[in-house]
């Protein structure tokens, strides 16, 4: 009988596809509550596996460089629409916060809490900065003389307030003390939005080539955004732990739910959708930063913010709109 033998051979195995690229997502600024959606869909995992979550503050040139890593970045609308007149190749696709978050604070024993209160009295500022910007035009508005404010540079702090360096300041509301804090006081709000100025707070974008070559990137990074800022809203007592375990050393359960009470309103206004920006908001910034003369539109709105991916969104996914658990403070 005749035996063949057969040498041994590895078995033919089919070529594995090469491992897609990983795709940042870049925040302007330290994590904390600003960024809850985006760290609460990091952490539970809404975001996929190709998404990396990095923080990149202090970059003075950030949509540039997610501009240049083909990321996708979360910073204000005006720093945004800025780079964009500069020529930046990237699209806003969607904002995290819906309206500024800019407010001007008094010491509510000072008796100043409208807008015309501050004719003749010292405010507090950082120079070229949304807060700025946005004051000016909410006192253009109201046809109040600005040559009758004296603006103070660099003097934004609730320091300066406290100690009657100044009689008003310009400052993100989420920077306000709590009323645990040593530092606490009586503090009166004068909102922007409430004298018709409302500007996109904090916009989602990317880089040009990420978008045209995998769109689906940003659609699916999108509803992981959405999921992520349901889940900081729906329930303080899971969220906020969440959030700490992002920077135990630095980031405090108290503090952060104060922080997202502060920031709920620009995250879920009434009657709208998480992440859902309109036009109007886009033209205002865009008259205001002319106005400020910070900049010409050399590059039209119409060619740097898109609007479909969030329709896509929730069309595809009309859950998401459902507001449900996260009406209620929890």
Request: proline letters at 6%; hydrophobic letters at 40%; glycine letters at 6%.
């Amino acid at each position: 009988m005749l035996v063949l033998l057969r040498p041994d051979v590895a078995p033919l195995q089919a070529p594995t596809a090469p491992k897609a690229a990983q795709v940042k997502l870049l925040l302007d600024g330290r994590y904390g509550a600003r960024f809850a959606g985006e760290l609460c869909a990091s952490r539970q995992q809404y975001l996929s596996s190709r998404v990396e979550l990095a923080a990149q503050p202090e970059d003075p040139d950030f949509v540039q460089s997610v501009a240049r890593q083909h990321a996708i970045g979360v910073t204000s609308g005006q720093k945004f629409l800025l780079a964009t007149w500069r020529g930046v190749p990237v699209t806003a696709f969607a904002a995290s916060f819906l309206d500024t978050s800019v407010a001007i604070f008094t010491l509510e024993s000072s008796g100043l809490r409208r807008p015309a209160d501050l004719v003749g009295k010292r405010v507090g500022y950082r120079r070229a900065s949304e807060g700025e910007v946005v004051f000016d035009a909410m006192m253009a508005q109201l046809g109040l003389p600005r040559s009758q404010i004296t603006k103070v540079p660099e003097r934004d702090s609730f320091e300066a307030l406290r100690a009657g360096e100044v009689d008003a300041i310009v400052a993100g509301i989420d920077r306000q003390p709590d009323p645990s804090s040593p530092s606490f006081v009586r503090l009166s709000v004068i909102k922007p939005q409430d004298y018709g100025i409302h500007v996109p707070g904090l916009v989602y974008f990317a880089s040009n080539d990420l978008i045209h070559d995998e769109p689906s990137v940003i659609a699916d990074a999108l509803q992981g955004l959405i999921r992520g800022w349901q889940f900081a809203y729906a329930d303080y007592a899971q969220s906020v732990p969440v959030l700490v375990g992002a920077d135990p050393a630095r980031l405090k359960s108290e503090r952060l739910r104060f922080e997202l009470q502060q920031l709920r309103a620009l995250v879920l206004p009434t009657g709208g959708r998480i992440a859902d920006y309109d036009e109007s908001r886009w033209r205002t910034l865009r008259d205001i930063l002319i106005f400020a003369k910070l900049g010409e539109e050399d590059v039209p709105i119409a060619q740097t913010v898109n609007y479909q991916f969030i329709r896509d969104v929730y069309r595809r996914s009309p859950d998401l709109a459902a507001q449900g658990a996260w009406n209620e403070e929890k």
